[in-house]
């Protein structure tokens, strides 16, 4: 299995603003994802973070407003940029690993 | 894309009740897993089962992967097991995650 940490857990920021969260395996695997998951909602994947490379965005989801780092196979990070109400989430990182997908506790975001 | 659906959408139970969580996907998959999220918005992973039957205590869950369907099964459930319930496949190197299903357990 994989044990994986975000930080911080949860953030209360203004209108306009960016924020970074840290995402830390403590392994190195091939597979890091970024999701949202919205208020009552299900789990919407962001992005493929792809180690030596760009980020591989999903439909809807853009790397001016998300982007993405992965300097290494056990670390990335999600910017949320120029943040507005609607980007009140929860964010998840996730690692792939041993045929099975593991989440860290996830980054609890209000925009006001 | 791989579309996922579970059912039923919300379910109440009374603690000791038994129940069963269906997650109904559009393709064959090679992989299927069952995640808990509790209140607090934990992602838990219960079972990867692609196929077959798995059982870990008091839960147990089925994939018939030529029916496209999997069952999760709670016994004996306790006001522990409330959350939401997931059910995820894989789409190329992805995964898609069905809408949940929310259990709420009274004691």
């Known amino acids: 299995s994989a044990v994986i940490s975000q930080k911080p857990s949860r953030d209360i920021c203004q209108r306009g603003t960016s924020l970074t969260i840290q995402c830390q395996v403590d392994?190195?695997?091939?597979?890091m994802f970024w999701y949202r998951q919205q208020p009552g909602q299900s789990l919407t994947l962001i992005a493929t973070?792809?180690?030596?490379?760009?980020?591989?965005?999903e439909s809807g989801f853009v790397i001016d407003k998300f982007p993405i780092s992965r300097p290494n196979l056990t670390f990335s990070t999600l910017t949320v940029s120029n943040m507005s109400p609607e980007d009140s989430s929860i964010y998840l990182c996730?690692?792939?690993?041993?045929?099975?997908?593991?989440f860290g506790p996830g980054t609890r975001l209000t925009v006001l | 894309g791989i579309q996922v659906e579970q059912s039923p959408p919300d379910l109440i139970l009374q603690e000791g009740a038994n129940s069963t969580l269906r997650c109904n996907f559009s393709?064959?998959?090679?992989?299927l897993q069952w995640f808990h999220q509790n209140p607090w918005g934990q992602l838990i992973n219960l079972f990867y089962?692609?196929?077959g039957t798995k059982q870990n205590g008091r839960l147990s869950a089925t994939t018939v992967a030529t029916e496209r369907y999997s069952l999760l099964y709670i016994s004996s459930s306790q006001t522990t097991d409330s959350g939401v319930y997931f059910c995820?496949?894989?789409?190329?190197?992805?995964?898609?995650f069905g809408p949940g299903t929310r259990l709420s357990v009274l004691p």
């Open positions: 995820a496949a894989p789409y190329g190197q992805n995964f898609v």
């Open positions: 973070a792809n180690q030596g490379s760009e980020a591989t965005y």
């Open positions: 089962i692609p196929s």
């Open positions: 996730s690692a792939y690993t041993y045929n099975e997908q593991f």
């Open positions: 393709d064959s998959v090679n992989n």
């Open positions: 392994s190195q695997v091939t597979m």
